[in-house]
């Protein structure tokens, strides 16, 4: 494996893990309104479990309330079901049209073990991160016997995904620190 190769890969990889820990972030709840709370409700429609957003239209008019408008009226008793089985932390208010979910203020304890929570995440990301880079730096000494590349033209590949590693873990600590900010935020 050529060098450019090990650093695309490893660059691609580091990216997926950014991506994985900000999807992981989208599902903390932080006082606000978003539709990312209820992406991994499954309601049972037309004979099959399907996601939420497949059966209704799903909006946050303000930042403390989810609307939840079915496309078919027939399935709002499934989609409020599927609600109250979800363990939202939210009880599911229905007039008939539209079903109503009121985000309740979170209290200081519950954000101080999302922020957590967050940290455990970054920290995964992190980890796998420097997984990444072992699995690069590993590439780059077997290249290093293959290609019969010298000892600086190594250390110099292994200097390069560290710094990729430095780059990518710190973009994982500013994506952190906002949403550490965001949870504590009242």
Sequence with gaps: MQLDEVYKSAEEKMRKAIDSVEHDFTGLRTGRASVAFVDNVQVEAYGNRLPLKQVATISTPDSRTLIIQPFDKSTMASVEKALLSANLGMTP???GKVIRLNIPPLTEERRRELAKMAKKM????RIAIRNIRRTANDEV???EKEYDM???????ATKHVQELTDRYVKEIDTVMAKKEKDIMEI
Excluded: L
């Design 93 to 95: 208010n229905n007039d």
């Design 122 to 125: 970054a920290e995964d990301g």
């Design 141 to 143: 000494k077997k290249s």
């Design 150 to 156: 010298t000892e600086d033209e190594r250390e110099r």
